[in-house]
């Protein structure tokens, strides 16, 4: 299982047969990326057409490797290799892949073959696939579906994307409340299909199906077949089937949740949520707050150069409008730039500064927010040092500044000038910096998106607005 | 259960005691944050050292939420609490509480406290502790444990920090590769102290306790007594004791793992690590991402006004370096100025959208590198999808405000001016945004320490040279 040994193969011999083993080995890098070797293989086979040797080079890879494959193949390789899939093997990678592949892989796919490897999925897999094909496919598709498949599909898509109830799987293990160890041990021996394919936790209900408590597998194991569950059990935390996914991961996140039941409005256990869908959504949350901090939109995970275009442009827009307007500040202070031109020169770093010590302040109190270490129990404290460490800041930049100007212009009035002009615009980015998120997160917006606009509005606008202003009264 | 309920205390009554039940609604509010009231209640009971009352109170809550808890009380209430709790409960608490707190509750603790507590732990937690504990108490209490947990600890404290093996447990469940399921059954029934407290994976190892395969707990239950370990067992992905956490949080996501076991250089199973710290890691890492783009470091946890301060400045006092490198580029053209002040105006406009620009390219590459979609196999097609999109929507911006300064100042050599300038500028922000993470990434740096500060001062110099630099040419 080594994946840092040295593979025994050169480039020129990179098209001679080799053992299972060695393929295993010689299939990801030290990076557990796929090796440009293997994808070389693979590519080979599948152009000569040479259905054995495709299936060993296949057998060598984990599906999230094949799915990572299908982004290096042709059209008409990724066909090839499709073809050598079991419906399981299928399954998995369509639930891994890429979305632009997986939308070229759905249409090219026989609906015959989409169901049977619907057939082998979780239902929040298959959800997620079905929701991916054209209306024409999704209805033969359906169609072709066992009734059970198909009703537990179409509810699930009643819900609202991003919700518990889209991310949940139907298949949950429970047991009434007066079953003992050893009947639940029995039960889940004897069922098959309705039970998930893996589970971490045994929910007890009452029954109305509502949960009662829940018992971890391993802890079942750890008791005598006559334990009454009743007795095992552990309080439980619900999800509501529309609880938004992000706050399902906090809770997750929070209480080190492996799995939890998802109940309906009534209380009544309609799936679960596992710990693998919420890593998911937790990556997902952290690299929506990196790009909406930078001004990208999220337009689902599109990497055309049209999409790139889409999820810029706007903000980009939006960014020549504040700009536009911060810098006709200027235009009202061309006299005073006429009069002193080095303004001109000191003008960009005072704004720039502030707005670097806005976007730092911006940063903590999103990611506190996003992590709730940042509430109404605690914002004035921690309103209170911000704008303390923007004083604290500013003011050594300010000495910094003013010393330079010195040296430089040989000014004093100059050098005052700039000094009182940083410390004015880290009081503003401060401010601007912790309001502007804490504002927008209390008016239920997500304090990511749009908040760099207006931080860096306020400290361009300030950042001219103090350093002329200031000059007008002290230099002129 | 039912958290959004109303409770049925008002201010006024928030004083008088209330059934177990009704406290559990009260103890939070809507966004599972602590409710006020509720830490009103406990303040008081502290106060009066009424200690059925606070047994009651803390009953109510997850020991999470007693360590957020902690977080609202003083010093003396905090002591109050800490002392009506079990050790079990007490071990819970401490390894979820916020560091500073921690720290300051672990000065105050009796060494026999924390000892009686971190019996109660598991291994990978117990080091988090013993690690915050100041050299003498540490010693006392290494002391004081039997010889195995300190043994362990010892260990675990040898590997360094952010490692797997630091951040593994070492209580496994494992079983030879001989055994039945029946077998494994009857043993993990039997033991007792060296299994974990809970686990997902039963790792089948050989004679030298090298995993060959694993069997979740579920698919345990899903076989008969007689059936061979060996026969149901899956392939595992290992993980090296040295590993990076980051590199082990990928491999969670990537294979979807719950559990993964930690092997020593010879292959020897010696721990595991589990879902729920890799979570913690994910967290951290995008948090991480974040606030390394904003130009805040990572001085630890530490919320303090002076950490505030230690974390941000050195990036200000670089960002002067570079905003006065940039700025001495107008310095330069100040005769151009003089004879055109508009470009003063126009000047800031220019650079802004190109960092902007630049920010958006930078983002999405970190991103990407993090994710590992960006690798060597599709640098060179991202590369040329960012300059695309940099030209195009640069194109776009310039045509906006070359009309603008049409509009506005009936000069079409200025806005020609402008217009080129756009361009220029986004072309340049578009390589330095995606070039620089790549870079630095490749010299195994990471890439969104520094990256904005090189693509802020990329924009910010091209943004003046190619606007002064362009009108000196065409205007003057």
């Given at each position: 299982m080594s994946r840092d040994a040295e593979h025994p193969l050169r480039d020129d011999a990179a098209l001679v047969p080799a053992p299972a083993e060695d393929l295993e080995d010689l299939a990801l890098g030290d990076d557990y990326a796929l090796n440009p070797d293997f994808v070389a293989l693979v590519v080979d086979a599948a152009d000569r057409g040479d259905a054995e040797r495709l299936r060993e080079l296949l057998a060598a890879l984990h599906p999230a490797d094949v799915a990572d494959l299908m982004g290096f193949l042709s059209a008409a390789d990724r066909e090839e290799v499709m073809a050598h899939l079991d419906p399981e093997a299928l399954a998995e990678i369509l639930a891994e892949i890429e979305p632009e592949i997986r939308e070229d892989l759905l249409e090219r796919m026989p609906s015959a073959t989409l169901v049977r490897a619907l057939g082998e999925m979780d239902s929040d897999d298959a959800v997620d696939l079905v929701e991916d094909l054209e209306a024409d496919k999704r209805a033969q598709v359906l169609a072709a579906l066992p009734d059970v498949d198909r009703a537990a599909i179409e509810t699930s898509l009643a819900y609202e994307d991003e919700t518990a109830g889209r991310l949940m799987q139907r298949e949950v293990a429970s047991a009434p409340q007066f079953w003992t160890v050893g009947q639940a041990l029995d039960h889940f021996l004897a069922s098959?299909?309705?039970?998930?394919?893996?589970?971490?936790d045994v929910y007890v209900v009452d029954?109305?199906?509502?949960?009662?408590g829940g018992v971890p597998v391993s802890r079942l194991l750890r008791h005598?077949?006559?334990?009454?569950?009743a007795r095992i059990m552990e309080p439980l935390t619900e999800i509501p089937v529309g609880m938004d996914q992000e706050e399902a991961a906090y809770i997750f996140n929070k209480y080190h949740l492996i799995s939890a039941p998802v109940v309906e409005p009534?209380?009544?256990?309609?799936g679960q949520l596992t710990v693998d869908d919420i890593v998911g959504v937790i990556r997902e949350e952290g690299e929506e707050d990196i790009l909406a901090l930078a001004?990208?939109?999220?337009?689902?995970?599109d990497a055309s150069l049209a999409g790139a275009v889409r999820s810029r442009l706007p903000w980009l827009v939006l960014n020549l409008g504040t700009a536009a307007l911060a810098s006709s500040v200027i235009g009202a202070f061309q006299g005073a730039i006429a009069q002193v031109i080095t303004l001109a020169i000191l003008m960009p770093i005072v704004s720039s500064l502030g707005g670097n010590a806005g976007t730092q302040t911006l940063a903590v109190a999103v990611r506190a927010l996003s992590s709730r270490e940042l509430n109404a129990a605690n914002s004035a404290r921690i309103i209170g040092r911000e704008v303390l460490t923007g004083l604290l800041n500013g003011t050594v930049l300010a000495l910094l500044m003013a010393g330079a100007v010195l040296v430089l212009f040989q000014d004093t009035r100059l050098a005052l000038t700039v000094a009182l002009a940083i410390v004015a615009n880290f009081l503003v980015a401060a401010l601007a910096g912790i309001s502007a998120p804490i504002i927008l997160d209390r008016l239920?917006?997500?304090?990511?998106?749009s908040s760099s606009v207006l931080v860096t509005f306020a400290t361009d606008f300030m950042g001219f607005l103090a350093l002329l202003g200031i000059a007008s009264l002290i230099l002129l």
């Open positions: 098959g299909e309705e039970m998930p394919e893996l589970f971490f029954p109305s199906h509502r949960p009662l005598d077949r006559d334990t009454p569950l009534g209380g009544r256990l309609v001004g990208v939109s999220d337009v689902g995970r239920g917006r997500d304090p990511a998106v």
